[in-house]
């Protein structure tokens, strides 16, 4: 499965659930999640994993490593309907504490 589909069903699910995330990546660099709240840096990058997800989808941190310039998380993802996890691997690369570049690699 390709890395836009994982991301299109994150939308949805999301925005069935009233929320919009037409700026999830704003033009500032900072990463929100489906109730809006912001996350930069590496620690906060972290804490996006493991907030709350849109109903009935489910991401699992396998690994996580970086510092404040480079993260990269292998994560397992998931929803209602999908018969087997998608393994992704997202790269992140931050400046200033903020987003400079996302990358979603499916495994």
Same mark, same amino acid.
Request: proline share 5%; with cysteine.
């Given at each position: ?9 994150? $939308?949805?699910?999301? !925005?069935?659930?009233? !929320? +919009? ?5 704003? +033009? ?6 489906? /109730?809006? *709240?912001? %996350?930069?840096?590496?620690?906060? =990058?972290?804490? %996006? ?7 009935? %989808? ?10 404040? =310039? ?9 929803? +209602?309907? $999908?018969?087997?996890?998608?393994? $992704?691997?997202?790269? $992140?690369?931050?400046?200033? *504490?903020?987003? /400079?570049? %996302? ?5």
């Amino acid at each position: 499965m390709k890395a836009v589909e994982v991301m299109k069903e994150y $939308l949805k699910r999301a !925005q069935e659930e009233g !929320q +919009d995330l037409s700026d999830m990546y704003a +033009d500032h660099g900072e990463l929100k999640n489906f /109730k809006g *709240e912001v %996350f930069k840096g590496r620690k906060e =990058i972290q804490n %996006f994993y493991t907030s709350p997800m849109p109903k009935g %989808f489910k991401l699992t941190i396998q690994n996580i490593e970086g510092d404040d =310039i480079k993260c990269s998380a292998i994560v397992s993802t998931t929803w +209602d309907g $999908l018969p087997n996890p998608v393994i $992704l691997e997202e790269r $992140l690369i931050l400046e200033n *504490e903020k987003i /400079k570049s %996302f990358t979603m690699i499916p495994k």
